[in-house]
C-alpha cells in the first residue's frame, strides 16, 4: 500500500498561473481533505469530500476549487495563484467512522511569487 | 461547532526531562481525539487517540495522554523525552466527519 500519495511535491507559481494538485489515496476511504499548514496557524481545513461526486467547503475555501470524480482521488486547484496561497499543502483520508484517524500525505511545498 | 486549544506553542526541554503539553476542547456531543506528531520536514502521523474505553490511552515511543471529561481536556505526556522526540504535536477533536485540529505545539529536546 501507498497510503496517501501527492503530486508534485515542490512547485513554483508566478501570480495568476494556476495549477491542480492531485492527491490519491489506496485504502478505499469514503473521506478526503485538503488542509493548509502555515507557521503558527496549525492545520486549516480548504475543502473536503464525503463520497466520490461530492465535496463541501471548509474553513478557508476562498482561491481554490475541489474535484472527486473518482473515489481515490481528490484534486485541489488553484485558478488564479496569489502569493498569499504560498504554503505546504496536505491532502488526508478516512475511514466513515469517527474515530478512525486520517492518514496524510508528504505535502506540495507551494510557493506564488 | 468544534474548537481546539493547545496552550503550549513553543517548548524546549532537555533530554530526559518530562513532557505535559495541553490541549482543551470545546463540543457539544462524543468526541473522538487525537495527537498527531509531525517529525521536521515530514507528514503528520497518528500519535494516539481515545474514542471510548479507558481514558488513559498509551501510544507510540512511550507517548499517553489522558481524557478528562469534566475538564474537557487531553493533555499529551512523556516521562523522559529524546532528542528524536523534537517536532510538533498535534490535537484534534472529532465529533463527526470534521476534524477540528489546534495550532500546534513545537518541541525542541536539547541533547
Known amino acids: 500500500n501507498a497510503g496517501v500519495t501527492q503530486t508534485p511535491k515542490f512547485r513554483v507559481l508566478k501570480t495568476g498561473q494556476s495549477m491542480t494538485l492531485l492527491c490519491a489515496q489506496d485504502?478505499?476511504?469514503?473521506?478526503m481533505y485538503w488542509y493548509r499548514q502555515d507557521p503558527g496557524m496549525g492545520l486549516r481545513l480548504i475543502h473536503y469530500?464525503?463520497?466520490?461526486?461530492?465535496?463541501a467547503k471548509g474553513e478557508v475555501p476562498d482561491g481554490y476549487n475541489v474535484s472527486r470524480l473518482k473515489k481515490q482521488n481528490f484534486l485541489l486547484g488553484l485558478e488564479s495563484a496569489a502569493p498569499s496561497q504560498t504554503s505546504v499543502y496536505f491532502c488526508?483520508?478516512?475511514?466513515?467512522?469517527?474515530?478512525?484517524?486520517?492518514?496524510f500525505g508528504p505535502g506540495t511545498r507551494l510557493t506564488v511569487l | 461547532a468544534q474548537s481546539v486549544s493547545q496552550h503550549n506553542h513553543h517548548v524546549i526541554l532537555s533530554e530526559a526531562a518530562s513532557l505535559e503539553l495541553g490541549c482543551n476542547y470545546s463540543?457539544?456531543?462524543?468526541?473522538?481525539l487525537f495527537w498527531y506528531v509531525q517529525y521536521p520536514g515530514q507528514h503528520l502521523q497518528l500519535l494516539l487517540k481515545?474514542?471510548?474505553?479507558?481514558?488513559l490511552v498509551k501510544g507510540i515511543k512511550g507517548f499517553e495522554a489522558e481524557f478528562i471529561k469534566s475538564k474537557f481536556s487531553f493533555n499529551l505526556r512523556k516521562p523522559s523525552v529524546q532528542w528524536s522526540d523534537t517536532a510538533e504535536y498535534f490535537c484534534?477533536?472529532?465529533?463527526?466527519?470534521?476534524?477540528?485540529f489546534g495550532r500546534g505545539t513545537s518541541l525542541i529536546v536539547h541533547p
Open positions: 488526508a483520508s478516512r475511514n466513515r467512522d469517527s474515530y478512525n484517524e486520517q492518514f
Open positions: 485504502m478505499n476511504h469514503e473521506y
Open positions: 469530500s464525503v463520497g466520490e461526486g461530492t465535496t
Open positions: 463540543y457539544g456531543g462524543t468526541v473522538n
Open positions: 481515545y474514542f471510548s474505553g479507558d481514558p
Open positions: 484534534a477533536v472529532d465529533g463527526s466527519y470534521i476534524p477540528t
